[in-house]
């Protein structure tokens, strides 16, 4: 597994250097990658707002600063770590930045999971920095929690906390189908669920559920209006396979039938039904209202591992 931790703390050798270490050399044992970016001795500046990223070139951003070495590494990881001292109950302002830049890419293409690494003076200070990883990372991303590390006072660098980051680190273990999210589909009595993939466009339509469409069966396909939301051109594909969910240009389709000659045809792909659900889908009637929903075989909820710095 490809994990990137970012680095937020100013301090080469202070307490979250130590967490990073420890985790880093846990997962490392584990024959994981692990890549750390010190973000404090980069130079990466605040998001300008511009939308040249999404209006102009897509995933790419109009900045050209060391937030470029970080975009390539992010999109091949599987996991993302954020590590930080607390200030004024958040992250430290440098992780905020790059955090933010984060928005020219969208959504990272592989990332699955995530955990979080928190230095402190005192206890119970951590909100606003569990509210940004919750909301953003688990929640917008859909990454699954590996757990938040605390450590508060004299916590920081001790024996204890170390060991139990490097046990963390060693027990990571690769995605597979329990990170797949599903997008559940409903008509009538009849509901099938089809495993979501990684591009641009399935995050982008798990953000939007749930949803109710209607459409018309054309003989290969049920395809139904839905306005039109983030896909990137590239992951287009050429032709399907009877099964493939798409999702682009104004359209959801449910793509049951004709891949054989589909070939001529580019089509953006979020999704796909095993046989038996693809069967079900092709006996249903020839007009139908399709709900949408989400179905994550994962907790979105930030995870305390470590109790001793909220007490």
């Keep these: 597994m490809n994990i990137v931790i970012l680095n937020g703390s100013p301090r080469p050798q202070g307490n979250t250097a130590a967490m990073v270490a420890a985790y880093r050399e846990g997962a490392e044992s584990a024959g994981h990658t692990v890549t750390v970016f010190d973000i404090c001795l980069m130079h990466i500046a605040g998001c300008l707002a511009c939308e040249y990223c999404h209006k102009k070139a897509p995933r790419r951003c109009i900045q050209k600063d060391d937030m470029q070495l970080v ?4 999109d091949e990881a599987d996991m993302l770590v954020l590590a930080s001292p607390v200030y004024y109950h958040g992250l430290s302002g440098q992780l905020k ?7 020219a890419p969208g959504y990272p293409r592989r990332l699955r999971k995530a955990a979080l690494l928190l230095s402190s003076g005192s206890p119970n200070v951590y909100g606003g920095a569990l509210y940004t990883y919750q909301h953003s990372f688990l929640e917008w991303l859909h990454l699954e929690d590996m757990g938040v590390f605390m450590a508060a006072g004299d916590e920081n660098k ?3 906390l170390l060991e139990r980051l490097r046990a963390a680190g060693a027990a990571l273990t690769e995605p597979d189908e329990h990170n797949v999210a599903r997008l559940v589909i409903r008509a009538g009595d009849v509901e099938v669920q089809a495993s979501l993939n990684q ?11 749930p949803l ?5 069966d054309s003989g290969v396909d049920y395809c139904c209006e839905l306005k039109e939301g983030v896909f990137d051109e590239a992951e287009k594909q050429q032709g399907w396979t009877d099964g493939d969910v798409s999702v682009a240009d104004g359209w959801f389709a ?4 004709g891949q054989d000659q589909s070939q001529d045809y580019r089509v953006m792909v979020v999704a796909h039904l095993d046989d038996e659900a693809n069967a079900q889908i092709r006996a249903l009637p020839q007009q139908v209202t399709f709900e949408l929903s989400l179905d994550e075989p994962y907790a979105k909820t930030a995870t305390p591992v470590n109790d001793g710095a909220l007490s």
Excluded: F, K, W
């Design 71 to 74: 975009y390539p590494v992010l």
């Design 97 to 103: 930045c790059a955090i933010d830049r984060i928005y």
């Design 158 to 160: 001790s024996p204890e």
């Design 199 to 209: 591009t641009q466009a399935a995050r982008d339509l798990m953000n939007r559920l």
């Design 212 to 216: 109710t469409v209607s459409g018309v």
């Design 254 to 257: 449910i793509l049951h039938s």
